[in-house]
């Protein structure tokens, strides 16, 4: 057992330690060394995560308890680590996608100095560290430490190419609105402590524990981790930094969209489950929430030419699914989305690197088309990824969605009506980014043409890899319907979700219908993704008219100006005021006006240092004199 | 008291070094002659005759007093002879550079 602890404890310190070699030795390491100490340890946590899995899956969950990291007075908050089955599939997502991604960055970035390279992947392998504390932390403190962490890593790598500052204000973007979440996130940790005196989880969801919370509480805590979510997993109102997110280097991307750090919010909620099962009003404004975000992102991506924009669009757009999932209770749902998103989203972000990559760092789809013959593996494992992410039977994407669409028809047809009209959009500017990209009549410049190649083995080897889990990813979850007990991700995950489980009550929906809602998302899908084939296949630039409503889809709907004016110029304005007013006029005033007032004070005392020794011996004896008086008759 | 504030007065009022000093040791001597005079008087007193040196202490102050006086005439007077040196004359209004 202390064996399978000291390997726990390896899963994150592992990228922890690949991130200082890296970091400290970015002077001497030469970029194939960096690169490879980079990919290596996040393998071998990998193989380690691998067998944590095995070991939970065998004999039940593994907490390994390591030091007290907090100790004041009646609170008490160890530094231990805990496996349940929910954190090894998202350990090993993690890990999976992200070890992928770094052997795809060796390629993608061979370009950088090595100094630069080595910085990427010390930045890159502490995002992995981070991450995989967030989700093997045993309570809300260590977790935090990793929620920050993410935050900070994001906003290192988002703006990796500091020389841009358009692209540091992303960054900065990115940050501050996940500094909105972590506030949230941690006042509900300051309100679980004090109800409950510990953030432990397998403390703090105990029947006892909730005896405890009165459901005032339950909502209140519920509702501030859920703002946590919000910021981290982009959702309305605090989305606007991921696609702004796009300024970092594409595998980035892929790393913070696909495996990891949007998928925070969603593990939190997943791990919360009992209160959110509690909590029905904040579970009315996680589905009111999610839905309001899919449709909203899906419909910007519609109209966007950017091919990293229409991703990062359909990543809020299936977060949103996701929350969905969490907001219907259906937490099984919830995790498998992440996991089989994690597999095609991060595709599409590898295959759009390899596409910008081949272009010559272009990302306007307007200038790109008929990329089909010239990049053969990309464009194969392109096309897998858009049919799994539209939900095409029988990839992988078809059978998350479709368990989140059957959830959601079960607590209402409203929420499956607008989820099957997202569907129909995600599915319509996923092939409308495909034929634009790689169908029709190459549109770029001639230059740009002779350069067109396939990119490198590191970078198509992964794309392969990925293609391969988005195709058999699906499988791990068959719906009941049709095949019984093959729904093997929802066994394994049965445990953590039992005292949710118990508390929702059994539900189940006949076969039948089922069937039909399966067939209707399908044909729905296949019917977007034929039109949009049609309509893109044989674009040329500029005959795509816009309506006024089109205008406000490509202009993203002005959400980024609406904040602009109402958030972004008061503050400036207040700031402004505090600046002019109270700073400089009050504080400093009553700074300066001390000062002054002390000068001249001592200025006229001064005078009383006459040098006449007589005079300071009768000051002493008055002095004297008047103590004498004191002590004597007051 | 007298003695002492004559000690007083004469350091307020004289200008000459020697004069002063020589009032300091006018004080001096009073609070002596005060500390023997009350050793005196309480000695009879009955916590003087619970505690065996009661009587003694203001006596050996007194002898205390007189080694530190006669140690600081000693400094004393050499600090006045350089100021004779140095300045011609003893005159304490006459050192008034120390100041502001």
């Known amino acids: ?634 | 008291m007298i003695l002492f504030t004559i000690g007083v007065v004469g350091v307020l009022i004289r200008r000459n070094a020697i004069i002063v000093f020589m009032c300091i040791e006018l004080m001096l001597n009073s609070v002596n002659l005060l500390l023997v005079a009350f050793s005196k008087m309480h000695a009879l007193s009955p916590v003087a005759k619970a505690s065996p040196t009661f009587a003694s202490d203001a006596q050996v102050f007194v002898f205390f007093i007189m080694v530190v006086a006669a140690a600081e005439v000693t400094v004393g007077l050499a600090l006045i002879v350089m100021l004779y040196r140095n300045t011609h004359s003893v005159d304490v209004n006459f050192l008034n550079r120390l100041k502001y």
């Open chain 1, 1 to 634: 057992m202390s064996n399978m602890k000291l390997l726990i404890l390896l899963i994150p310190v592992l990228p922890l330690i690949g991130f200082m070699i890296t970091g400290l030795g970015r002077n001497v390491l030469s970029k194939s060394l960096s690169g490879f100490i980079g990919s290596v340890v996040v393998l071998a946590s990998l193989v380690i995560s691998f067998m944590a899995f095995l070991q939970v899956r065998e004999s039940g969950s593994i907490l390994a308890t390591y030091f007290d990291f907090i100790n004041i007075h009646n609170l008490h908050i160890a530094f231990d680590f805990f496996i349940d089955p929910l954190t090894s599939i998202f350990l090993l997502v993690i890990t999976g996608v992200g070890f992928l991604i770094h052997v795809y960055s060796i390629g993608y970035m061979h370009e950088e100095s090595s100094k630069d390279f080595s910085k990427y992947f010390s930045f890159l392998n502490l995002f992995v560290f981070s991450m995989l504390l967030l989700v093997i932390a045993n309570n809300f403190a260590v977790m935090y430490i990793g929620w920050e962490g993410v935050g900070l890593c994001s906003y290192l790598l988002i703006g990796y190419w500091f020389k841009n500052p358009e692209y540091t204000s992303a960054g900065k973007k990115a940050f501050v609105m996940n500094r909105i979440g972590d506030f949230g996130f941690l006042l509900a940790v300051f309100w679980v402590i004090s109800r409950l005196g510990t953030t432990s989880f397998s403390e703090v969801f105990t029947a006892e524990s909730l005896a405890k919370l009165s459901q005032s509480d339950i909502t209140g805590i519920t509702l501030l981790l859920f703002l946590g979510a919000t910021a981290k997993s982009a959702q309305l109102p605090l989305y606007t930094w991921l696609p702004d997110a796009m300024a970092g280097p594409t595998p980035v991307s892929a790393l913070i969209h696909a495996a990891t750090m949007v998928t925070a919010g969603v593990y939190l909620i997943a791990r919360s489950n009992v209160w959110y099962t509690m909590a029905p009003f904040t579970q009315g404004v996680i589905a009111v929430v999610s839905i309001a975000t899919m449709l909203l992102a899906a419909s910007i991506a519609l109209k966007q030419n950017d091919i990293k924009k229409v991703l990062a669009y359909s990543t809020v757009s299936q977060l949103g699914y996701m929350f969905l999932a969490l907001s219907v209770g259906a937490y099984t749902a919830a995790v498998f989305h992440v996991m089989t998103h994690a597999f095609f989203k991060a595709l599409l972000f590898l295959g759009a690197g390899s596409v910008i990559h081949a272009m010559g760092g272009e990302q306007d789809m307007q200038g790109m088309g008929g990329l089909k013959s010239r990049l053969k593996i990309t464009h194969i494992t392109m096309l897998i990824a858009c049919l799994a992410i539209a939900g095409i039977p029988p990839l992988s994407g078809f059978f998350s969605k479709d368990e989140i669409l059957s959830a959601s028809f079960m607590k209402s047809p409203m929420l499956w009506g607008l989820g099957v009209f997202g569907a129909l959009l995600t599915a319509f500017y996923m092939f409308r980014l495909y034929a634009m990209t790689f169908l029709g009549k190459f549109r770029g410049s001639s230059e740009q043409e002779a350069n067109l190649h396939e990119s490198p083995l590191s970078m198509t080897l992964p794309l392969l890899v990925l293609a391969g889990l988005s195709i058999v990813g699906g499988f791990i979850g068959i719906p009941e319907a049709i095949m019984s007990g093959a729904h093997q991700l929802g066994d394994f995950l049965a445990p953590v979700f039992a005292p949710s489980a118990k508390l929702m009550g059994p539900h189940t929906v006949s076969h039948n219908t089922e069937y039909i809602l399966m067939a209707v998302s399908a044909i729905v899908a296949i019917a977007a993704m034929i039109v949009a084939w049609n309509k893109f296949s044989k674009y040329t630039i500029g005959n795509e008219k816009d309506s006024a409503f089109g205008t406000v889809l490509r202009n993203k709907w002005y959400v980024d100006e609406f904040y602009e004016k109402i958030i972004v110029q008061p503050l400036k304005s207040i700031s402004r005021f505090f600046n002019n007013t109270i700073d400089i006029k009050g504080i400093d005033g009553v700074v300066n006006g001390v000062g002054s007032v002390v000068q001249y004070a001592s200025r006229q005392l001064r005078y009383l240092q006459s040098g006449q020794i007589g005079g300071y011996v009768l000051l002493m004896v008055l002095g004297f004199i008047a103590l004498l008086i004191i002590q004597l008759f007051l």
